[in-house]
């Protein structure tokens, strides 16, 4: 495939969801989840198997992918850190190759540049600009948000704000086609370059009760469960602890499990929605469309849920890409790719500047049969002393803990991270190369006394907001009653 020449202007859809692990979508192999406009999507484009989070949490996952840059590079390892507005991303790039980028729905990014190089944004983010969403009412499924066990108990068919979220960002987005649709046919055919960011498929566990319901009985229990004992790696037995997740009844495995199933189906059915408004109004020839997410969900596997991991259903990410006529159709893509590369790929694709700083890296020679160094990073860093980073090379994969020992799987024969080889003589070679390129330029000591002094500043920054309430520029205002369970399973 031949790179697209780049005095054409392609329209852009980017929809960058919330929490999907690519394990639970029909054309990532799952024959249980109904997602047939995202398996559309794959059929119609390139599909990437082995694409990654540059981060297991939001906001440093997020801004990555806009920056190209690792999370160490631009300082943002929470959801709480500020990245610097002086960083251009992907929206400035592609406003200054003359497209005029929107953003509908979420960004999660803290501080008071809520446009990030977008020209517009309609319906913003739930929470507030400045500091952490414990502003945030929940009402019934308070607490459940968060990587806490009350979200495994609050959890069944009900109703989740995140989901009124979207449909609040699904009807301007469907207005906003509308609308271009009718500038096409008065001869104004200037490219169009939409970013959508959705909440679903988030926790809570809760959906709909008709979504619940397709599903109710038809999931099956998670495929490893790790039993909670002194043979559990250190990072996970303590965060088990913490989280009060060291025993989860069957109940409510399956309720939650059901629930996620669900959130992932209702999402499929929006951008189904957005898919069939486009072609309504003649928009989707020339449309590069994009579908990925910021990080995975771990489901119940391995005993885990949430992200904050470094195992395949919660670092893992789905990417799927098409343009007809230049990307081709049906096609997957086994190579370790991470959304630092989507990135540049978009850019590269639309014809715009590549970002000078990116780590990122246009995946076009993947689908041209070229050389690829085979590598990709993701990292995990905290307030409370939580420093982690992976390399998945090849197969193999090796995830440092600082502190604690290293983990080591070969994917190709272990999948399922079943068995940790880091402590294998016979292996103590590939150990230490991966080991070396871990660290080679990421220095956890340096990133914890950064992390230490950017929380103090960011205590002064939050009481700062709650003290002063200084408006928000972008806003969607969740309410209470939004948030409930049909019926109280606890």
Request: with cysteine.
């Amino acid at each position: 495939m031949n790179a697209p020449k780049k005095q054409k202007k392609y329209n852009l859809l980017y929809i960058h969801s919330d929490q999907h692990t690519p394990y639970v979508t029909g054309c990532y192999g799952d024959s249980i989840v109904q997602t047939p406009n995202l398996d559309k999507l794959a059929s119609k484009g390139v599909k990437f198997t082995n694409a990654y989070c540059p981060s297991p949490i939001c906001t440093p996952s997020r801004m990555s992918t806009f920056t190209g840059k690792f999370p160490y590079r631009n300082e943002s390892w929470n959801n709480y850190h500020v990245l610097d507005s002086g960083y251009p991303t992907f929206a400035h790039s592609m406003g200054a190759a003359g497209y005029r980028p929107v953003l509908f729905g979420r960004m999660h990014s803290i501080g008071p540049d809520q446009l990030r190089g977008y020209a517009e944004r309609y319906v913003g983010d739930h929470c507030s600009n400045f500091t952490e969403s414990s502003d945030v009412d929940h009402g019934e499924l308070t607490g459940t948000t968060g990587p806490n066990r009350i979200s495994l108990v609050k959890s069944g068919a009900g109703q989740n704000a995140y989901q009124v979220h979207d449909e609040d960002v699904l009807e301007e987005v469907l207005t906003y086609i509308d609308n271009l649709g009718e500038k096409k046919t008065s001869d104004d055919d200037s490219p169009f370059n939409l970013s959508i960011g959705l909440m679903l498929p988030h926790q809570p566990y809760v959906a709909r009760k008709e979504d619940y319901e397709l599903y109710e009985g038809k999931i099956p229990m998670p495929s490893v469960m790790d039993e909670y004992n002194d043979d559990l790696h250190p990072y996970y037995k303590q965060w088990r602890k913490e989280r009060k997740i060291e025993h989860v009844s069957d109940e409510e495995i399956l309720r939650s499990k059901t629930a996620y199933y669900a959130l992932v189906t209702a999402m499929d059915r929006m951008i189904g929605d957005i898919f069939d408004q486009l072609d309504k109004n003649g928009l989707l020839e020339n449309t590069l469309i994009v579908y990925s997410s910021d990080h995975g969900e771990q489901i119940g596997e391995h005993s885990l849920w949430w992200k904050q991991t470094f195992y395949e259903y919660s670092v893992k990410i789905p990417m799927i890409l098409s343009l007809p006529g230049v990307l081709p159709e049906g096609e997957t893509y086994d190579e370790n790719v991470s959304s630092l590369d989507l990135n540049a790929t978009m850019l590269d694709i639309l014809g715009c500047p590549a970002l000078p700083d990116s780590d990122g890296r246009s995946m076009l020679p993947i689908i041209d049969q070229k050389s690829w160094d085979n590598k990709v990073f993701s990292e995990y860093c905290t307030d409370d002393g939580t420093l982690m980073r992976m390399i998945k090379k090849d197969n193999w994969k090796l995830n440092y803990y600082h502190g604690m020992p290293c983990e080591l799987f070969n994917l190709a024969e272990d999948p399922m991270e079943q068995t940790d080889l880091s402590k294998e003589p016979e292996f103590a070679t590939i150990k230490q190369e991966l080991l070396d390129e871990v660290l080679a330029d990421w220095d956890p000591i340096k990133i914890a006394a950064k992390i230490a002094k950017m929380k103090a500043e960011n205590d002064i920054i939050s009481d700062w907001a709650y003290n002063v309430n200084p408006s928000d520029q972008f806003r969607w205002k969740l309410l209470p009653e939004m948030d409930y369970l049909e019926q109280r399973v606890f």
